[in-house]
């Protein structure tokens, strides 16, 4: 196994952001690289205040913050990940912009690194044969948010050496998630089951079957979930959410995951929840 030294992080989001802070803790070199300095700052920015509040509240220490920051360096340029050990895409939700930049990294990074996707539901071999490295590529799926959610899908892909899965297995380990392993194929484990139970829910509000609170209330009272179906998309991102269950339908062909069309409109409505402050809720301040 591999010992990850310096992670690249490619990708202005949140998810970016929160995958830094939990390398960073773990005493791993991040670079995190954005299409422009300013957006890549900005998540540096994003970082400090995370820290600046765990600092109140009394779960970190000041050096310790200090420590965090200084392992973390925002850039805009590809070629700074050069020297990475494991560089992790958390781009948009999109095959083709996902194989091109997996073309470009491949013909950067330093001949042993690892590339991964974060991706939640895209095919992992179609990245990985973008590049002349394909059993050095995998998926590492964290979960939103990153720096809270205990769980990382390692997703081997049929190219996929085991040499690459037991790094990321450890590397997932470092950063004191619990990591599963998982076949290449849509959905992975998380969203495959997930998503068909999201999608009914939005079918049930949009028959009338009970109200948005009802629906809610019924799933966290009766199942003890969290947050129920129709808040928990809004947290998700409806854009992101409907991309998701395209890609399991493509794949699969069940109905379960065919998207509900009140999803599609709220989508075409630019509703896509807390994001764009409203969906089935309303954020607006």
């Not at 791993?28 to 954005?34: D, F, G, Y």
């Not at 400090?48 to 779960?59: C, D, F």
């Not at 089951?193 to 019924?218: E, M, Q, T």
Request: hydrophobic share 45%; net charge negative; charged share 25%.
């Amino acid at each position: 196994m591999m010992t990850v030294k310096r992670l690249g992080v490619v990708g202005s989001g949140i998810m970016g952001s929160g995958i830094a802070e939990v390398a960073a803790k773990a005493g791993i070199e991040v670079v995190l690289r954005s299409r422009q300095q300013h957006t890549a700052d900005a998540m540096v920015a994003s970082l400090e205040k995370s820290l600046a509040k765990q600092v109140g509240r009394g779960k970190l220490e000041e050096a310790e913050r200090e420590a965090v920051l200084g392992r973390v360096r925002a850039v805009s340029d590809l070629g700074e990940l050069a020297d990475c050990d494991i560089v992790l895409e958390s781009i948009v939700e999109d095959l083709a912009t996902k194989k091109h930049l997996f073309n470009e990294l491949d013909g950067i990074v330093k001949d042993t690194a690892i590339l991964a996707t974060n991706t939640s539901t895209l095919p992992v071999v179609e990245m990985a044969m973008e590049t002349a490295r394909p059993e050095l590529v995998c998926g590492i799926h964290f979960f939103n948010p990153a720096p809270m959610m205990p769980l990382v899908e390692v997703v081997r892909a049929i190219t996929t050496g085991d040499a690459t899965v037991t790094t990321a297995r450890g590397f997932a380990e470092m950063c004191g998630k619990n990591p599963v392993e998982v076949r290449d194929q849509a959905g992975f484990i998380v969203n495959a089951l997930l998503f068909p139970y999201l999608n009914n829910a939005v079918r049930l509000y949009d028959a009338g079957v009970a109200s948005r609170d009802d629906i809610d209330a019924a799933m966290q009272g009766g199942c003890n979930f969290p947050m129920g179906p129709l808040a928990l998309l809004d947290l998700v991102g409806l854009d992101t959410s409907l991309a998701i269950l395209e890609a399991l339908y493509t794949e699969f062909k069940d109905p379960n995951y065919a998207p509900a069309p009140l999803l599609r409109r709220m989508v075409s409505a630019d509703r896509l929840g807390r994001k764009s402050g409203a969906g089935f809720y309303d954020y607006q301040k």
